[in-house]
């Protein structure tokens, strides 16, 4: 089916990398799922980072994605 059934899938970009990436990249993804967005990229908040640390901000946006309590607004 075209496009998801007409839904065709959004994918914020998360920004610069930051002091408060961890609060501001939970913001983002919050919102984009709300919205009924699919995705966040976020390669510099993660990977200008010590890999420790870097794992944990993609799995905390992750966790996001993942909770059922977040739907669309």
Request: proline letters at 1%; aromatic letters at 6%; charged letters at 20%.
């Amino acid at each position: 089916m075209n496009n998801y059934a007409g839904r065709a899938g959004l994918i914020n970009s998360g920004g610069a990398s930051g002091e408060n990436d961890f609060a501001e990249a939970v913001k983002t993804a919050v919102i984009n799922k709300r919205a009924g967005g699919m995705g966040l990229i976020c390669g510099r908040k993660s990977f200008q980072r010590p890999m420790t640390e870097g794992v944990k901000l993609l799995n905390t946006i992750q966790d996001v994605y993942l909770e059922k309590g977040i739907t669309i607004a």
